[in-house]
């Protein structure tokens, strides 16, 4: 198990922002964590869980479609932290965002934190 600690949500108005932050835990190195792909997936109320942002160990990324060009996914291998910086946001963003790590073929996931938008 790879814990995974989330970070950074709570409650904005439309079109402002947040940052949300990941940290896995010292139990995975560094190495491991660097070449693993992280991702940010969310779940709103009544609704299945959904992808967000995802970035490979190389830095690639890919973002859903309801995201793109309003949230950039980060990643810092020496603090073994991934971020998801979130801009203009909008009341249909509200979710419990979870952070995940896939390492290997085997995926371990975060507690989650809340992310509010008001109109």
């Known amino acids: 198990q790879v814990p995974l600690v989330e970070s950074g949500g709570g409650l904005v108005q439309a079109g402002g922002s947040l940052r949300l932050s990941c940290i896995a835990s010292g139990t995975i190195s560094r190495i491991i964590f660097s070449i693993s792909t992280m991702g940010w997936y969310r779940q709103a109320p009544g609704k299945q869980r959904e992808s967000v942002a995802n970035i490979t160990g190389r830095g690639s990324t890919t973002y859903d479609d309801s995201v793109k060009g309003r949230f950039t996914i980060s990643r810092d291998n020496a603090k073994n932290t991934v971020y998801l910086q979130m801009n203009s946001l909008k009341p249909t963003d509200t979710a419990v965002y979870y952070c995940?790590?896939?390492?290997?073929?085997?995926?371990?996931w975060g507690q989650g934190t809340l992310v509010t938008v008001s109109s």
């Open positions: 995940r790590i896939l390492v290997g073929n085997v995926e371990h």
